[in-house]
């Protein structure tokens, strides 16, 4: 059984664990849901979506800090197909017959050298009588070994009611007679038991038994009563390794047995389907276990339509296959595609919790049993840290969460900006303020004592040279700086126009945007930030809808519309003002007097001066217009150069991969001079 069981039942063999001694080597996974989170941080900024996020984390698997390797679904699914396939390439399940028709071409064979032997001592002998009656012997011996049937059944039949010549060929045959009655009764006994081993004549017995008190138990069921299902266990426990705890459990494993049966007669030839029909007609000396296993396999049919009764598979290796071969490797491949499709299924991390992992190890290895046992965890590891929560069945994300996106991108963007990018925004003057810069001075009167212990004890400490104890003098004193109180208010125009995913600029633009929102709200929690998503129109967004923002499936890139919310924001702000516009494109939309959109490619001359006349008022609001382009053709060039003139703002020429670089450290330079009382 694929799926896990519930509980294990008392008294039976219960799990089992191997163990090995230290040797320094078995470093296992390791992951924390701040790991985990930081994973899906790109995903989460593309879609928005977290089950969405979570469903492709699964698929793909993931790296730990360790390098250690967490195995997908995905590829589980190709080394579950990769199984299946050598399955099919390595074993004929035709081969049993061939084999068998084989051992009787060697058996008439045998039986034909008898007879020209019995016919040819009876030439010798000088008697006619003797030579006449011999070779009307052995011309009828012939004749029905000639008339058998072609079929593998016929033939059977036939030798079976043969009156043999030969002593070895009658030996041979009734070796053969009794191994195929073994296969036949070992291939039942084992499909419906789910035993692997020898089988006795009290076992095959045993079956019969069993099946046909749960044919009664079913009907008990079907009358409305309660079947003992305890008392049943009791008694047939031993036939049933899953250890099944309800009696719909213990059906559900009937049902794949015999699914697994259907499927070896599906992946037969109808020639070879009816050869074993025939044969086991022949061998199964107790009819009433045939029909106990038909009734049974046509309740269970009825009970559990998708288990897989019409599967078939297409054999092409060399390998031949016994009966009892074949219903192993059919229950094999049956769980190989159970598995597959419960992978393939699965949705979310709790789906992942259904499958047994024992059954996975056994199929897989311990590496995919752990990896799926991980996987299944990550849903609780989020709920558990804060980061997600339940509401309405739906799993969402938390404020925390939101907040961890934009540090977890902040942190992505500087970890790639280098040192020397850093280094030429120095702060060159301090003040009284409250931001520290983490830097120190000497102290002189009248600034705010704010004490750097580190660094005054040291100084004390050089200037005496040696010997306890250490006497601070005031020309030891030094301070940490602080910046001068300032506030900016900085509004980001996102362009979420069609163009930014078709040429995958999306996902660095939002990146950026939560990245300078959690800059903003951490390192100068008194500055403002606003932002606008603009495409055909545009609109506010708050910091709370950013992860769950995406492009506009509309044409149009409204600039105007976008400057126009933009002005609107920052008029209820004080402090430097700018807006830092990200666009992949010229403006191609704008509103019309009665507030609908209209679009033109190229852009018409009216859309143009509607985003050049809110580019005029913005200047004379002293606001000041940044614009970092990705991917700009001559003509965006042309127009943003015409717009940093009239405003005397700035353009940055970008690619995605650096875009983050440009508008960090911009940002971070337009907030040091207002500090330092530079130009803006």
Known sequence: MIRRGRRRRAGREGARFRYSAWDGTQAGFEFDADSLFAEMTDDLLYHGDLHAALRRLMQQGFTDAHGNRLEGLREMIERLRERRSELLERFDLGGVYDDIARELDDITDTEREALAEFEQDAADSADPRRQETAAASAAERNLQLDMLPRDLAGRMRGLRSYDFESPEAREQFAELVERLRQQIAQSYFDQMTGAMGNMSPEDLARTKDMMAELNRMLEQRARGETPDFDAFMDRYGDFFPEQP???????????????????????????????????????????????????????????????????????????????????QVMAQLGDLDELSEMLQGAVSPSALAEVDPQRVRELLGDESAEALERLSELARMLEESGLARRSEGRLELTPRALRRIGQNALGDLFSRLTADKLGRHQVRKSGIGHELAYETKPYEFGDAFHLNIERTVRNAVARQSSG??????????????????????????????????????????????????????????????????????????????????????????????????????????????????????????HLTRDGRPFFAYPPARATIEATLREVVRATREDIRINVFMLDPNSYLRAFVEKMTEMNGGRAFFTSPHNLGDYVLVDFLEHRRRLVTGGRL
């Open 245 to 327: 705890q309800t009696l719909d459990e213990l059906l559900e494993i009937m049902a794949k047995r015999m699914a697994a049966m259907a499927s070896m007669m599906n992946s037969m030839t109808s020639e070879q389907r009816q050869q074993l029909a025939e044969l086991a007609a022949q061998f199964m000396d107790d009819m009433d276990l045939q029909w106990q296993a038909q009734q049974l396999a046509q309740h269970l049919q009825e009970a559990f339509p998708e288990a897989g009764w019409g599967r078939s598979y297409s054999f092409g290796g060399d390998d031949p296959l016994s009966m009892s071969q074949a219903a």
């Open 468 to 589: 306890t104890p250490v006497r601070l003098s005031s020309e030891d004193f030094e301070i940490e700086r602080s910046e001068l109180l300032s506030r900016a208010s900085t509004v980001l125009m996102l362009d979420l126009s069609l163009s930014m995913p078709m040429r995958d600029n999306f996902l660095p633009a939002k990146k950026v945007t939560m990245a300078l929102h959690s800059l903003i709200s951490t390192q100068f929690p008194r500055d403002y930030l606003g932002i606008v998503g603009f495409a055909e129109t545009a609109q506010e967004l708050t910091a709370a809808q950013l992860p769950e923002v995406s492009w506009d499936f509309a044409y149009g890139t409204n600039m105007a519309h976008g400057m126009l919310i933009a002005r609107r924001l920052l008029a209820r702000q004080t402090g430097s003002k700018q807006i830092i516009m990200i666009t992949d494109g010229e403006p191609t939309a």
